[in-house]
């Protein structure tokens, strides 16, 4: 038998269909120096291109612009939103059948103005006081909501009071070692019930130039709710909130989902007159622009399990539950 050619590091890696990254074309080498080397002299020489390449592609847009010509087409990078897994249950916005199912759901007398939103607010057993600092901010954001201490009270037994006086949500939430790391929203009186995790929470006094919020009803903003099951927690999430904002108050309260992750933000805007240039002028216009003023908290959620009816942790049926094993198999697979 016949020796087995080595090799040599400058032959680099054996050839493929797709184009290799700078990793596969370096990872033969096995010398670590030199392997450093060669990535970071292959990498100035891509960053090198891909300059070049931007530059032209502006200058080809400012001289279309200047000609009066219709602009390229501007390339769309590619993200892990961008290219996610195809999912069957994504809603049309003239979908006949979702717009049937939710015209019948829980949620439809609060969308027809029939049962105005009534929370009630409540804590796990023995809350610390950063707990209390957290609810009085959500009486802020929620103006129809009413905080109610615990007393040692089983959570069915505060659905069962809450749903025979006139509240038509109930949200808990739970602590651990002072630290505030989840949320149950339960719909009354026939669920569903929502389990989340709340993370990176902040508080207005962490939150760099926060405002104070006032009295008025905040206006909803909802993001990139674009399943069955994302179109269901969104109607779940504007059930809390009045139909009628008072818009005199510039209040917005957002969810933004992005990769599953629910991300709570509220904020008071303006509207204000200001000397600006826009793109492609050489001289300063009057313009009306918009400005944030951040309120406070902020916190992200993720959802754990969604449960048909009220809260029943032993004989209750499960619409969806997060499994991390079997769910978290690919970077680009969503749910919301």
Known sequence: MGKRKQRDDDEG??????????????????????????????????????????????????????LGLELPVR???????????????????DDAEVQADEAQDEFAEHFQRVRPPNVLLTTCYKPSGIMYKFLAEMLEVLPC????????????????????????????????RKSINGMLLVHLPGGPTAHFKLSNLRLS?????????????????????????????????????????????????????????????HH??????????????????????????????RFTLKLLSLQKGTFDSKGGEYEWVHNHKSMDTSRRRFFL
Request: glycine letters at 6%.
């Open 268 to 297: 008071r805007y303006i509207f204000e007159a200001a000397e600006r240039r826009g793109p492609g002028e050489k001289e300063k216009s009057r313009r009306v622009i918009a400005r944030l003023q951040e309120l406070g908290p």
């Open 75 to 93: 390339r769309v990078p590619k993200t892990i939103e961008s290219t996610r897994e195809k999912d069957e249950t994504m809603v049309a916005v």
């Open 13 to 66: 890696p054996a050839p493929s269909a797709e184009p290799a990254s700078i990793g596969q074309q370096t990872s033969h080498i096995a010398n670590k120096q030199k392997r450093s080397a060669a990535y970071a002299k292959l990498k100035h020489k891509q960053e090198k291109t891909k300059r070049v390449e931007r530059g032209k592609r502006q200058a080809a847009a400012a001289r279309a612009e200047e």
């Open 205 to 265: 006094k962490d939150i760099k130039h926060h405002g104070r919020a006032s009295s008025h009803r905040p206006e909803l903003i909802l993001n990139n709710f674009g399943t069955r099951l994302g179109h269901r927690l969104g109607r779940m999430f504007a059930s809390i909130f009045s139909q009628d904002p008072n818009f005199k108050g510039r209040r917005a309260v957002t969810f933004h989902n992005q990769r599953d992750y629910i991300f709570f933000r």
């Open 145 to 176: 909501a009413t905080y109610y201490k615990r007393q040692g009270y089983a959570l069915k037994k505060i659905c069962e009071y809450a749903s025979n006086r006139g509240f038509t949500d109930v949200v808990v939430f739970n602590e651990d």
